[in-house]
């Protein structure tokens, strides 16, 4: 495979043949442009004052008594016997204040930290989808194969810098000790950030060990190095569950990050406004934000925003809509007044990879990047409104990723990019094929596509008038046979097979 790590950023691309892949280097990007506000500072304001209202006076459902101890020592007025938590707007405002506005998310390989907030943008791999998808072998069924497999593509393309959840499913596998094979195999085919799924107290402290393993780190050091992230999702409206609650205080008692993210539909599981179910997004957020840092001051999050709308006709959620570009704007907005990194992501509805799914994850793109933000969850692969996760939408994600990060690159404007001496050299009616300006740069001087054909139509329809699913369908299957594991120390890898092992022994997640 093809490398291009040496490449200086902002200096374009090596020159690539048809057929070859070359990539951009690993640099999880910056973006040097001003954020996109789609609300008014009044308009901000108010979906503040009115989360604040709802948590006052209607509330949110806490449905742990642990989480009740927990508030009601910090002053939060809990009622015996209720599930029901209503906030004091000074108590959620002073919480949320103390969440830090960076950190760095740590992997066991050092050159793949990804630091996090500010203009920084991290990219993750599609995570969650139950259904696995190829036009060799059709959408099926999650499986162990498939998951690795995606692990592995994770692995080789350097614009996916976070391995976020299960790509898919691996249904195959039992599910009370699925979560050890998946960490496992995380931490052996890949050398990045990854993430556990906070499904219960068990599950998710295994996750935190196979992360300290992984990096050969003391518990110490996992105190103060962020390893592991996990994304809590709310049971919107307006609900907290109970192994949520448990993933919350296990991560935030060991300083390990949370992305809070509402999954609030409008028409469906919040208002069919906008407007409304950003109330309801910021209200769930807040306090659960507020929850992590009660827990443990200081605890790294992310404000996650995932409102769209669902198809008033069939009822089916709809991504990468206008109204899901707007509230991923407008959650951006958010999370800057409350200096908290900001989770979006790279969604779409289409059941197939086709023209459907790339316009809309270039809407979610846009948005996400123009709202600045810091996590993009999904990145690379999600299909189907997150049902399936697609071999081929994976390739044509990093595409369109990759366009993005080199978008982000500054213009370069100096004597020798002004280029007057090779115009003088040229002159009217001339061109700069030959020119000395040219040959010096034509090998770096613009992006060069990974999937992309450029191609005349004559030369195309030669070669077989292949199409952007087809190509992207050849490149995953001659990625994945040249794939390599990154190095991983003997010693690291006996006690993460000691450790899982022991612990499928113990029963996994049924252990008491």
Same mark, same amino acid.
């Given at each position: /495979? ?47 004052? @009115? ?50 506005? &960076? ?31 190829? #036009? ?26 976070? %391995? ?52 050969? #780190? ?39 990050? #949370? ?25 769930? $957020? ?45 959650? +951006? ?47 690379? +692969? ?6 399936? $996760? ?13 366009? /993005?990060?080199?978008?982000? &690159? ?18 009217? +009616? ?12 034509? &090998? ?25 699913? %087809? ?8 990625? %994945?046979? &040249? ?12 006690? %993460? ?14 252990? @008491?």
């Amino acid at each position: /495979m093809e490398r291009s790590s040496s490449r200086r950023r902002g200096s374009g691309r090596e020159r690539r043949s048809i057929g070859a892949f070359s990539q951009m280097p690993w640099a999880p990007p910056s973006n040097p442009y001003a954020p996109l506000e789609v609300l008014s500072a009044d308009q901000l304001e108010a979906i503040h004052l @009115a989360s604040l209202e709802v948590l006052e006076k209607i509330g949110m459902d806490f449905l742990h008594d642990e989480a009740h101890e927990i508030l009601r020592g910090a002053g939060v007025e809990v009622t015996p016997g209720s599930n029901r938590i209503r906030f004091d707007r000074g108590f959620i405002e002073e919480a949320v204040a103390k969440a830090p506005a &960076e950190f760095v998310l740590h992997a066991r390989n050092p050159a793949h930290h990804v630091p996090v907030g500010g203009n920084r943008m991290a990219i993750c791999s599609v995570g969650s989808a139950p259904n696995v998808s190829d #036009i060799e072998g059709g959408r099926r069924d999650g499986n162990n194969k498939d998951y690795e497999d995606l692990l592995r593509l994770t692995q080789i393309f350097n614009c996916v810098h976070v %391995l976020a959840g299960y790509p898919v499913e691996p249904v195959d596998l039992p599910p009370e000790t699925r979560h050890l094979d998946c960490l496992r195999s995380a931490a052996v085919l890949t050398d990045k950030h990854f993430h556990a799924y906070s499904l219960g107290r068990t599950r998710i402290l295994d996750g935190i060990e196979i992360a300290r393993i992984a990096r050969g #780190i003391s518990e110490e050091q996992l105190l103060r190095e962020p390893s592991l992230f996990s994304v809590v999702n709310t049971s919107s409206p307006l609900r907290l569950d109970t192994p949520m609650i448990e993933g919350c205080i296990e991560m935030a008692r060991r300083n390990q990050p #949370i992305a809070v993210t509402p999954f609030t539909l409008s028409g469906a599981m919040a208002p069919a406004t906008i407007a409304g179910a950003l109330v309801q997004q910021n209200a769930e $957020a807040l306090a659960t934000i507020a929850f992590l840092q009660t827990v443990s001051p200081g605890t790294p999050c992310f404000y996650g925003g995932f409102t769209s709308n669902v198809d008033m006709k069939s009822g089916a959620p709809a991504f990468g809509t206008p109204e899901y570009a707007k509230a991923a704007l407008a959650g +951006g907005q958010l999370a800057r007044r409350y200096r908290i990194p900001y989770r979006s992501s790279n969604v779409n509805a289409s059941n197939c990879v086709d023209a459907q799914a790339a316009y809309e994850s270039e809407m979610s793109i846009w948005a996400a990047s123009l709202g600045h933000v810091n996590l993009m969850m999904h990145g690379a +692969g999600w299909l189907e409104g997150g049902l399936t $996760a697609s071999f081929e939408k994976f390739v044509l994600d990093c595409e369109l990723l990759q366009m /993005m990060e080199s978008f982000f &690159e500054p213009i370069v404007v100096d004597e020798d990019s002004l280029a007057f001496a090779a115009m003088a050299d040229v002159g009217p +009616g001339g061109h700069f094929f030959g020119t000395q300006h040219t040959l010096d740069r034509y &090998e770096t001087a613009f992006y060069a596509p990974v999937l992309s054909d450029w191609r005349n139509f004559e030369s195309w329809e030669e070669a077989g008038s292949e199409d952007a699913t %087809l190509r992207a369908h050849k490149l995953y299957k001659r990625l %994945l046979a &040249e794939y390599e594991p990154p190095p991983l120390d003997p010693a690291i890898k006996e006690e %993460l097979d000691a450790f899982v092992e022991r612990r499928r022994r113990e029963g996994g997640a049924l252990a @008491a």
